[in-house]
């Protein structure tokens, strides 16, 4: 049949290729000149299936009040009030306990680590290349006692849910990382994660979407979606909206997929679907690699700032920060100068701080963290949705998922707690 993915990013693009291989005729539509030029251009890198979880965890709470009055906090609200904003922290508050955190965190991982599987696998199918891959794990960083012993902690979770770990000290870090010899702050120990592993999603998604190009899928650029329309109970179009050079139109299709990231909701709201997304803001650097004998191989958590550098060939890429601002996607100097302190700080030298590239975007955040993926109460519209900071890890996986449900087969894991009826919102 015919499906219209509505968004080019790392999710939409998967989906389109999930589509396209269960022999559904796609064309994908996205409001930039190409794809992936939103949330999936700038992102860290970070492939960590290893890392997947809830923002939502009991004491984040306090943790969260206590880092917004630091000054250079990575974590910041806007005072704003605002309807929307406010029902997700409500969500997000009931959320913030221990039960919840361990079904959601086990949700979490098995997808991530399903999705890393299905990565690989059409990596080898497609021959993509190109995308910067590297699977040397991920070292998580602790630079105080009080953050190791949290780090022993979380090694004892990953041990239920049945993920490889192995904690370092600073002999042990050194031999993984040989860069860190040269950083100019302690390291109490690391957390090494040997299932995880880095990649440019941007790239990957330009690589991806040009394949499929080769072989018949239609992708229309510089095309915002206005509407979706409705009728007697299904989604009959999706209306695009007027340019310079003409006129918007109705694209018709059999099936719909939504992956609007952070601007689902507001696609959605007029159908009757309230999503409890909300865009949680983040920046990132993007480092030129000047000596290859001292720049970073591995991908690193520094678990002290929640900044990730992960190597994407002759560059280094460093992200992080959290915001809730609403769809501000301003670049704000501060928080280049505290990325590229924190990347000083840990990989000195080897690295051309003078030309560096700053970005900012929106994560689709769910307020439990698990995405939203499946049907809807429209029987032909469906949702790859809310991926949260774990868009790249979960892409492949998802919307696996999501191509199994739009061609009526059973996915090959339980999506039980990854659909909208969680939320009582399909």
């Known amino acids: 049949m015919k499906v219209l993915v509505l968004g080019a990013g790392v999710v939409g693009v998967?989906?389109?290729?999930?589509?396209w291989r269960d022999g559904h005729e796609v064309t994908v539509l996205d409001r930039q000149a190409g794809p992936g030029f939103e949330?999936?251009?700038?992102?860290?890198?970070?492939?960590?299936?290893?890392?997947?979880?809830?923002?939502?965890?009991?004491g984040?709470?306090?943790k969260v009040l206590k880092m917004s009055l630091q000054g250079d906090s990575p974590i910041r609200f806007s005072l704003k009030p605002e309807i929307r904003k406010l029902q997700w922290l409500r969500l997000?508050?009931?959320?913030?306990n221990t039960e919840s955190f361990r079904v959601n965190k086990l949700r979490m991982q098995k997808v991530a680590h399903y999705s890393m599987a299905c990565l690989k696998d059409l990596v080898d199918s497609t021959a993509l290349t190109g995308f910067d891959f590297h699977a040397d794990g991920v070292l998580q960083l602790f630079r105080t006692a009080a953050e190791l012993?949290?780090?022993?902690?979380?090694?004892?979770?990953?041990?239920?849910?049945?993920?490889?770990?192995?904690m370092l000290d600073a002999a042990g870090l050194n031999l993984v990382e040989p860069a860190l010899a040269h950083s100019t702050v302690g390291v109490a120990g690391a957390l090494h994660l040997p299932l995880d592993a880095s990649g440019d999603s941007h790239r990957f998604v330009l690589s991806l979407g040009a394949?499929?190009?080769?072989?018949?899928?239609?992708?229309?650029?510089?095309?915002?979606?206005?509407?979706i329309a409705h009728d007697a109970g299904a989604i009959t179009g999706v209306r695009t909206a007027a340019t310079a050079a003409g006129a918007g139109s109705l694209l018709q299709s059999d099936a719909y997929v939504v992956a609007l990231g952070s601007y689902a909701p507001l696609m959605l709201a007029p159908l009757g679907i309230r999503l409890p997304i909300y865009p949680l803001k983040g920046y990132s650097?993007?480092?030129?690699?000047?000596?290859?004998?001292?720049?970073?191989?591995?991908?690193?958590?520094?678990?002290?700032?929640?900044?990730m550098i992960s190597r994407l060939g002759n560059r280094i890429r460093a992200a992080g920060m959290?915001?809730?601002?609403?769809?501000?996607?301003?670049?704000?100097?501060s928080r280049k100068d505290l990325l590229v302190r924190v990347v000083r700080e840990i990989f000195p030298r080897g690295l051309d701080f003078d030309q560096v590239s700053f970005w900012a975007g929106l994560r689709p955040m769910t307020p439990d963290g698990p995405p939203i993926l499946g049907k809807t109460r429209w029987p032909n519209l469906f949702l790859n949705s809310g991926h949260g900071s774990n868009g790249w890890t979960q892409a492949c996986g998802t919307s696996r998922i999501v191509a199994d449900v739009v061609s009526g087969k059973s996915p090959d894991i339980d999506i039980e707690g990854l659909t909208a009826g969680r939320f009582g919102a399909g």
């Open 211 to 227: 394949w499929l190009e080769a072989r018949g899928v239609s992708f229309l650029y510089n095309t915002a979606v206005e509407a």
């Open 60 to 62: 984040m709470v306090s």
């Open 92 to 96: 997000w508050l009931a959320n913030c």
């Open 14 to 19: 998967t989906t389109a290729y999930y589509l």
């Open 149 to 166: 012993e949290m780090g022993h902690a979380s090694a004892r979770a990953l041990a239920e849910f049945g993920v490889p770990w192995r």
């Open 39 to 58: 949330t999936s251009f700038g992102n860290a890198g970070g492939l960590c299936p290893s890392f997947a979880g809830p923002w939502a965890a009991p």
């Open 322 to 333: 959290a915001e809730l601002t609403g769809y501000d996607l301003s670049l704000v100097p």
């Open 285 to 307: 650097i993007t480092v030129p690699v000047t000596d290859e004998a001292l720049a970073p191989r591995a991908a690193i958590m520094d678990e002290h700032n929640k900044v």
